[in-house]
C-alpha cells in the first residue's frame, strides 16, 4: 500500500471509530468525535495548507476500492448503531447531541464522498453499494441525478446542484434537493424508454422502496423513535451533502457558444481546495474540476489542476461560512465575478 493509501486509510477509518466509540460510550469519546470532523480537520489543514501528494496514475487502485467498500460496511453499522444510542437510555442528552453532530458530519461528508465515489464505479456491485449508502440516508435519488443531470449540466442553470451567484444556502438547498429528484427521475424515465424496459425497473422504485425499507428497520431498532431518529440524521447528512455541492460550484457558470449550447466542462467550472488533511478525510472530493473532467477516474488519481479556481480557505471551513450568507457573499461574490470576466 502506498504511503498516500495508508493516509487515506487512517484519517477516514479514524472517523468512524470515534463515533462508534461515542455511540457506545459517550463521554470524552464524544467530544473527540465531534472535534475531529471539525477543529482538528480545520487545524491540520493549517499545518500544511498545501496538498504535497500528486495524484496516481490514471490505473486501477484495488487498496480504494477495498478502503471504499470498509468505508460503506462501517456506514451502515454506524447508522444503525446511532440509531440505537439516540434511542436508548445508557447516553446523556449532551453526549447523544455530540455524536448526533458527528454522526451527521460523517455520513454526509466522508460517506456521502465514498458513496460518490462508489457510483461512478464501473463494477456494478461497487455502484450498488454506493446506491445502498445513498439510499440509508434516504437520497437514493442522488445516484441517479449526480451523473445524469449534474455532470451534464453543471454551471448552467440546467442544474439544480450549480449555486447561482447571490443565492444563499437556504434558499439552494430546497431548490437542489426538489430539482435534483424531479430531474433525475425524468432522465431515467427516458433512458427507460430508449431501453424498451417496464416501468418496474426504474430506479427510483428501489430508492423509494429501499427508502422504506431503512424506515421499517430503523423502528425495528429504536422502536417508536427509531424512525424520528433516523429522518433527523438523514436530514443532516442530506443538508451536508448539498452543502459540499453549494460550496464546490457557487456562482460559476459555463458560457454559451455560438451554437446556443453551453460550452464544454472545464476546470474553471468547480471551485478547489489544495489542504492536504480534508482531502485526505474525503477521498479527494476537493479536487473536483478534476473529477468533473475525469468523472471515472479513481479518487488517489485525481490531481490538483493550476488553471482551476481555487477556494480561499479548506472546503470544511468554507463550509461554515456558507451558513452566513451575508459573510459568504462578500467573500465569494468578488472572486466568482473575477472567473466570470476571464475569457
Known sequence: MTRQ??????????????????????????????????????????????????????????????????????????LAL?????????????????????????????????AHELIH????????????????????????????????????????????????????????WRGSFRLGARAETARLARAGKPRWQHPYVTYLGGAAL???????????WGIPALLALAGFAQSQLLLSDYVQHYGLTREVGENGKPLPVAARHSWNTPHWFSSALM??????????AHPARPFPALTLQIDAPMLPRSLPVMAFVALYPRLWRRIMDPRAEIWAAKP
Do not use: C
Not at 463494477?123 to 435519488?141: D, P
Open 5 to 78: 493509501m495508508i493516509l487515506f486509510a487512517l484519517v477516514t477509518l479514524t472517523a468512524p471509530a470515534l463515533i462508534g466509540a461515542a455511540a457506545l460510550w459517550g463521554g470524552w469519546w464524544a467530544v473527540a468525535a465531534f472535534a475531529f470532523l471539525t477543529a482538528i480537520a480545520a487545524t491540520m489543514d493549517e499545518f500544511v495548507s498545501v496538498a504535497t501528494a500528486p495524484g496516481g496514475e490514471d490505473r486501477e487502485f484495488p487498496e480504494a476500492d477495498t478502503l471504499s467498500v470498509v468505508l460503506a460496511l462501517a456506514h451502515f453499522a454506524l
Open 82 to 114: 446511532m440509531i440505537a444510542a439516540l434511542t436508548g437510555t445508557w447516553l446523556s442528552p449532551l453526549e447523544k447531541l455530540a455524536g448526533f453532530a458527528a454522526a451527521g458530519l460523517f455520513f454526509g461528508q466522508v460517506s456521502n464522498s465514498n
Open 214 to 224: 431503512i424506515l421499517a428497520l430503523a423502528a425495528m431498532i429504536g422502536g417508536p
Open 121 to 176: 464505479h464501473s463494477s456494478r456491485f461497487l455502484h450498488h453499494l454506493g446506491m445502498w449508502v445513498y439510499i440509508s440516508v434516504l437520497f437514493g435519488h442522488h445516484t441517479s441525478a449526480h451523473p445524469l443531470v449534474h455532470h451534464v449540466h453543471v454551471a448552467t442553470r440546467a442544474d439544480p446542484s450549480s449555486a447561482r451567484r447571490g443565492e444563499s444556502l437556504y434558499v439552494f438547498i430546497p431548490r437542489a
Open 283 to 292: 477521498l479527494n472530493a476537493p479536487r473536483h474540476s478534476d473529477h468533473h
